[in-house]
């Protein structure tokens, strides 16, 4: 072979090579895809037993250690700064909540945590599905949620989970959780929200042992506009994994008896 004919053959192989690369991130995408666990109906298979291993349930935000709380990365993609965006009575409210947190917090007087709260909080969690419905159990305090694929939400009435309404955009379950009970909070660090909260809830199967998950947040109570939360959740691929009771308790010092 002539100088000339290997130039002209390295170049073609460098151009195929390129045209590989370039469509090579659709055809990864779409493979992957394809190897997803499906349901018959043909949607994708989110049943398991899910954990997040993050310190959301600390903050949400980025934060440092505090007592009760790990260091940690912040979950917060929106806005970019990673910051709640709060109205500026909320945030001095957020503040007050920080400080009374060992009182305050809902979880410590031993009520539900809501949504998106629960998801995050280190406990498992076991995801169900039928065309009709989705439903999801915690291990916290035998909390469960039925997402129904069908009907409008309830009016005129507050639950301290929600009420959830789901429909399927491609291969991602969104939904759409409205009635929220206000007295929740969404972390350990007192940030918080009114009875006017509106949660959209992303679930995607990412991998066999992976789901992402994000939560776009609204109220206009209190925050100056919508932000969302992202991360991984990931699967139990223990043998014979299974969720396991846990009972809150809340503990009272026991009081001395009056004198007679």
Not at 19 to 47: E, F, M
Not at 58 to 87: C, F
Request: net charge negative; with cysteine.
């Amino acid at each position: 072979m002539s100088a000339r004919s290997l130039i002209v053959v390295t170049a073609l192989a460098v151009a195929l090579v390129q045209v590989a690369s370039a469509q090579s991130p659709a055809a990864h995408s779409q493979t992957k895809a394809a190897s997803l666990p499906r349901l018959p109906d043909g949607k994708p298979d989110l049943q398991g037993i899910w954990e997040a291993r993050n310190t959301a349930d600390g903050n949400l935000e980025a934060h440092s250690a505090g007592a009760g709380i790990r260091a940690g990365e912040g979950v917060i993609v929106d806005p970019p700064d990673g910051k709640i965006p709060y109205q500026a009575w909320a945030a001095a409210k957020q503040q007050e909540n920080f400080a009374k947190r060992a009182m305050l917090d809902p979880v410590n007087r031993c009520f539900l945590p809501g949504v998106p709260r629960i998801t995050y909080m280190h406990y498992p969690f076991q995801i169900f599905q039928t065309p009709e419905f989705v439903a999801i159990t915690y291990e916290y305090v035998h909390a469960s949620r039925t997402i129904h694929m069908k009907g409008p939400h309830l009016e005129d009435i507050a639950f301290w989970m929600g009420d959830s309404r789901g429909h399927w955009e491609g291969d991602t379950l969104v939904v759409d959780v409205a009635d929220n009970e206000p007295e929740t909070w969404l972390d350990m660090s007192g940030n918080f929200h009114s009875d006017a909260l509106h949660v959209v809830e992303r679930y995607t199967r990412t991998s066999l042992d992976t789901l992402r998950y994000e939560a776009t947040i609204e109220d206009p109570k209190v925050f100056t506009k919508p932000w969302k939360i992202s991360m991984p959740l990931y699967r139990d691929a223990e043998k014979n994994a299974q969720l396991y009771e846990y009972e809150c308790h809340v503990y009272r010092e026991k009081q001395p008896e009056a004198k007679k």
